[in-house]
């Protein structure tokens, strides 16, 4: 069950049917398979308060993941900062849904495995990333060749 939910903030518009199916196959890419996952967005303040209260950090981010994976299964709570999402895209020069997208994968990678606080995994997760944005592109391209 892969559910979308809002804190303090408007939905963003996503093709939810398409991000599950994105995020199913993904998992599948590293042979995990789906559980609860609950992606909350919210502001920055909420974000901050989170990271606050949970882990004792005292600043914005733009993903906090709490993972109770077992086994093949990935499950967690995901908390999506949408403000640090749109600053973040403007400071790389990519476009919000983008940044969105590479931002809701990567969490989905930290359950399967991926890492990027030591040396040397900031790439490996970039690589990660791009390669299930890539993933998006192709099956929004099938799609379209389909309708």
């Known amino acids: 069950m892969i559910e979308f ?24 890419k590293y042979s995990r398979m789906p559980g609860v996952l ?12 989170v ?9 914005y981010t733009d993903i906090i993941t709490f993972p109770y994976s077992e086994g093949e299964i990935v499950s967690a709570d995901i908390v999506i900062s949408l403000d640090t999402v749109r600053s973040n895209a403007e400071r ?28 040397g995994e900031r790439e ?7 390669e299930a944005l890539a993933l998006l592109d192709a099956m929004r391209c099938q799609s379209a060749e389909n309708h």
């Open 51 to 59: 990271n606050n209260s949970f882990l004792g950090h005292d600043y």
């Open 124 to 130: 490996i997760m970039e690589r990660n990333e791009d």
């Open 38 to 49: 609950v992606y909350q967005f919210c502001s920055d303040a909420h974000i901050l308060e």
């Open 5 to 28: 939910q809002t804190y303090d903030v408007t939905m963003p518009e996503l093709d939810f049917a398409e991000m599950r199916e994105w995020i199913e196959r993904v998992c599948q």
């Open 92 to 119: 790389v020069g990519e476009s919000y849904d983008r940044e969105l997208h590479r931002v809701i994968i990567h969490g989905v990678l930290h359950l399967c495995g991926i890492d990027d606080k030591g040396p």
